[in-house]
């Protein structure tokens, strides 16, 4: 399968702690991209990170691709309740075809 | 502008009814996508326009039909669906294809009894 996968499945962390998940691929790819889900509503593009890119941030989170090992984390430091959701790795394969992975649902104990 | 609006954001149809889920974007994206996604799991990819031409099909059954009447607009034609067919579709929009970020719509949740 293309599909990325994701550990951990479920992650639950106390606010203010770090929260760390792994998305790894088989497939090549051009860029790779994080998104957030909140409750069942529509996915909010987080961060994007080129194939030729290593590590990348934006704000709370940090993104890291090590491409020789097809794999991908996403960091996000000093946790919030309202981090409370689903976070989806999303492989872009080339043209307009964006496959997902299985996703880490994330709660953070207030 | 930054919304992509999806309408209904709940339907519940029979079997036999016709429905039609309406996406609308004004970023000035030329490309739009349609995916389901059941729960607990991925959106999967259902549907891509670019220019307003049909890109990728993935296979979908023809109980579902898209269509993008311009390139603001979107819908996808529902009939004769299955229990099975239940769950949450989403619509999205993009500059370009992949390596640029997509717009998601809060989706319709769709129940088929």
């Known amino acids: 399968s293309q599909q990325g996968e994701e550990d951990p499945q479920a992650l639950s962390i106390q606010e203010g702690e770090n929260a760390t998940m792994n998305c790894s691929y088989k497939?090549?790819?051009?860029?790779l991209q994080w998104y957030r889900q909140n409750s069942g509503r529509g996915l909010v593009h987080l961060i994007l990170?080129?194939?030729?890119?290593r590590e990348k941030h934006s704000g709370r989170l940090r993104v890291t691709l090590d491409t020789s090992k097809k794999s991908s984390s996403l960091l996000i430091t000093a946790s919030r309740a309202a981090d409370t959701a689903s976070y989806f790795c999303?492989?872009?394969?080339?043209?307009?075809?964006?496959?997902f992975g299985a996703g880490t649902r994330l709660f953070v104990k207030a | 502008d930054t919304e992509v609006t999806q309408t209904p954001k709940h339907l519940v149809m029979g079997m036999t009814n016709k429905k039609s889920l309406k996406c609308e974007q004004h970023?000035?994206?030329?490309?739009m996508y349609w995916y389901k996604q059941k729960a607990k799991k991925p959106p999967e990819l259902m549907f891509v326009?670019?220019?307003?031409?049909?890109?990728i099909n993935e296979s979908v059954p023809s109980r579902f039909s898209p269509e993008c009447p311009n390139s603001s607009l979107l819908n996808l034609h529902l009939h004769a669906l299955q229990p099975e067919d239940s769950a949450l579709y989403l619509c999205?929009?993009?500059?370009?294809?992949?390596?640029?970020?997509?717009?998601f719509g809060q989706g319709t949740r769709l129940t088929v009894v």
């Open positions: 999303a492989l872009d394969t080339g043209g307009f075809k964006t496959i």
């Open positions: 999205a929009s993009s500059q370009e294809g992949t390596g640029t970020e997509a717009f």
């Open positions: 970023m000035g994206h030329r490309a």
């Open positions: 990170i080129r194939s030729n890119e």
């Open positions: 326009y670019s220019y307003e031409k049909l890109s």
């Open positions: 497939t090549s790819i051009n860029n």
